[in-house]
């Protein structure tokens, strides 16, 4: 089973994408079929290089194939960090007819995708993400970009890719914390929209923290096939695509008061999974049993289950007050209707979200 080769489209009308999943891809797969010219630049960071730059060469055959080399880190995804793709660009005389391939993380991803979009004026671009988060998340729907000084993701711009390649067996090289991290994503999509996958994570979690090839393989299925049609309907996130955003407010007010970089994002948001449950429930759509179902699969993924320690429901109300989703200073909320069906609501009852908040804080 491990062997086979799934396959799915993220459908774009004529920017559409054809999404390749499989155990060993990076080094076995040709991708030159997706460059339409004879250059290709591989975007990677200093951490991922050393692991997989060579078999991502190899899935280039024929081609003209040059590298960047970025620093690891969230604290790179800055305008001079891009600035050294252009650079590189530049060197090597690429033309208007070169791919970029992003080979990492999201950051990677975010970053590559962005230097695609901007360079001379847009040139094709091919994800091959190497995080689960990444595999499942960033690499699919096209939203690329950096962070400014003042915001994160602040300076970007929609650019879909011309294929993604996610290769199962990287994620064996990837740090255990980074693992949970990215099944928090998984999870959100069997919650917003898949019931039946939601049972089986249930079942496979345990797998999934095992790095056993075939669950990954199944789980990153389902997950791309949740996002890609969330993508289709929803490209540009006007307002379908938003429900991808459950636990994402409780989550980012724990990010930020905790400082960047010592919660994972996916870390924030399996926790704020847990309390827009809590909320679900006080607000009578899902039961309490459906909760502590909830509850147990974020634990059984290795994911922290509350809040940082000294987080008051003041923090969450300061820090959830300037979330991108309020409109006109209506906090707006992603709550579960049932288990995988989700809904973007301004509706919750300020005292249900005060009980939520005081029986998560201290
Ligand atoms: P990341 O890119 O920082 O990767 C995490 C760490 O794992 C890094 O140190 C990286 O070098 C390392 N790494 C990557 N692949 C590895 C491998 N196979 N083995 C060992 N180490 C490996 O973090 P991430 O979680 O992948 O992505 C987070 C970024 O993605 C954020 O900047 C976020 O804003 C962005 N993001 C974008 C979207 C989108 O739609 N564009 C969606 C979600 C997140
Ligand atoms: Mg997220």
């Known amino acids: 089973m491990s062997n086979l080769l799934r396959e799915l489209s993220v459908d774009l009308g004529e920017r ?8 060993g891809l990076l080094g076995n797969f040709d991708l030159s079929r997706f460059v339409a010219g004879s250059q290709v630049m591989i975007v990677t960071n200093e951490t991922v290089a050393p692991l997989y730059l060579e078999s991502a060469i190899a899935c280039f055959p024929g081609k003209q194939v040059d590298t960047v080399l970025l620093p690891d880190g969230e604290s790179f995804k ?14 090597h005389r690429h033309t208007r007819k070169t791919t970029l391939v992003a080979l990492g993380g999201g950051v990677v991803g975010d970053m590559a995708g962005f230097a695609a979009a901007c360079y001379q004026r847009g040139v094709p671009f091919i994800q091959i993400p190497t995080t689960l988060l990444s595999q499942v998340d960033s690499s699919v729907g096209g939203k690329t970009g950096i962070n400014h000084p003042l915001g994160k993701n602040m300076i970007g711009a929609f ?31 069997g919650l917003i929209r898949d019931l039946d996958f939601l049972a089986w994570l249930e079942e496979r979690v345990g797998d999934l923290v095992a790095l056993k090839p075939d669950a990954l393989a199944e ?57 827009a449950a809590e909320l679900s429930a006080l607000e009578g759509m899902i039961s309490q049993a459906d909760c502590q179902r909830i509850t147990r699969l974020i634990l059984d993924a290795g994911l922290p289950g509350k809040p940082p320690t000294g987080m008051t429901a003041d923090d969450f109300m300061n820090l959830m007050a300037v979330d991108k989703k309020n409109i006109d200073g209506q906090l707006r909320l992603v709550l579960l209707r049932a288990l995988g069906d989700a809904v973007v609501t301004s509706e919750a009852s300020p005292d249900n979200l005060a009980l939520t908040l005081a029986r998560f804080c201290g």
């Open 78 to 91: 800055d305008w001079q960090t891009l600035n050294r793709i252009f650079d590189g660009l530049l060197e």
């Open 159 to 189: 650019h879909q890719p011309q294929a993604v390649l996610i290769d199962t067996r990287s994620l064996q090289t990837l740090p255990p914390r980074e693992v949970s991290a990215g099944i928090a994503e998984v999870i959100k999509y």
């Open 219 to 275: 789980a990153i299925y389902r997950s791309c096939v949740c996002k890609a049609e969330a993508v289709a309907l929803d490209e540009r996130e006007g307002g379908l695509r938003a429900i991808l955003n459950l636990g994402h407010t409780f989550g980012h007010a724990i990010e930020t008061f905790a400082g960047y970089g010592s919660w994972l994002h996916g870390e924030a948001v399996g926790t704020g999974m847990i309390m």
């Open 16 to 23: 559409s994408y054809p999404i390749f999943i499989g155990q």
